[in-house]
């Protein structure tokens, strides 16, 4: 079993930042790969970025790039989701979630095994 805590949500104005932080426990050995996902009311849970638990390869959702930034601290086992420039449309609450299968898609929630309890973001306009 892996464990996954999220922290770092929290209400903030357009164009502001925060940084989003996935601290995992357990037989992260297992890892293949971290993502981040987020949900909004009434809407699908969507891909954000994703990360191989060596800390390489990130890749983003089109609406991710060029302001969110994803990384890992492979000494603390803790990934983190840079959000820059943040939209009112980046309203959601955010998921961290863990996959163990590298043949599993990373953009979909069906490539994750393990999720944290989600942290809300509110941007304000």
């Known amino acids: 079993q892996v464990q996954l805590v999220e922290s770092g949500g929290g209400l903030v104005q357009a164009g502001g930042s925060l940084r989003l932080s996935c601290a995992a426990s357990?037989?992260?050995?297992?890892?293949?790969?971290m993502g981040w996902f987020r949900q909004a009311p009434g809407k699908e849970r969507e891909f954000v970025a994703t990360?191989?638990?060596?800390?390489?390869?990130?890749n983003y959702a089109d609406s991710a790039k060029g302001r969110f930034t994803i990384s890992k601290d492979n000494a603390k086992n803790t990934v983190y989701l840079q959000m820059d420039s943040l939209k009112p449309e980046d309203t959601a609450v955010y998921y961290c979630?863990?996959?163990?299968?590298?043949?599993?898609?990373?953009?979909?929630?069906?490539?994750?095994?393990?999720w944290g309890q989600g942290t809300q973001v509110t941007v304000s306009s």
């Open positions: 979630g863990a996959g163990i299968y590298s043949g599993r898609g990373s953009y979909s929630p069906d490539g994750y095994d393990y």
């Open positions: 990360i191989n638990w060596s800390g390489r390869s990130p």
């Open positions: 357990g037989r992260t050995f297992d890892l293949y790969r």
